[in-house]
């Protein structure tokens, strides 16, 4: 399958939060809280603690997903990261924090990078390969703007 620009598609955003580091860490770990502040991640939960996590998403369009994450980055307080996978050995994407102590505050890094697994962006782009750059990048503009969300919603329950 031709790839259009798929695999390594990424975006990132960086907020500031009004909180110290190890308050955001513990944010941004409990992953059994997703589902409260992300406009797609509707449910985690830990498998194996601070090695892999379940987590169900549900799009715009109504379509849900199961995915498995496995953690491929922990170094508390500063940086935590995960690949996505579905049913097949490739993941389907790698989400990043990286945190920045700054007193009383902290600046927040969050990045997501598309994966060469098969993912629905894959699909729709394979449908319509004209359109290719056009729904990768709506797609990364609908990520920035959901991680934008959480990270709002994530200090707003945590203060």
Known sequence: MTDYGVTGASIGVEVRLALPIQQVWDGIFAIDRYGEWSPECIYGAWLEQDARFEARNRFANGFETYVICKVTVLEEPKRFGWDVYGDEEHPLAHWEYE????????????????????????????????????????????????????LAAMESALR
């Open 99 to 150: 945190l920045e102590d700054r007193g009383a505050e902290t600046l927040v890094r969050q990045s997501f990078t598309h994966g060469p697994g098969m993912s629905g962006l894959r699909m729709g782009v394979a449908e319509h390969p004209d359109r290719a750059a056009e729904i990768i990048q709506g797609r990364l503009d609908e990520l920035a703007g959901n991680m934008r969300k959480t």
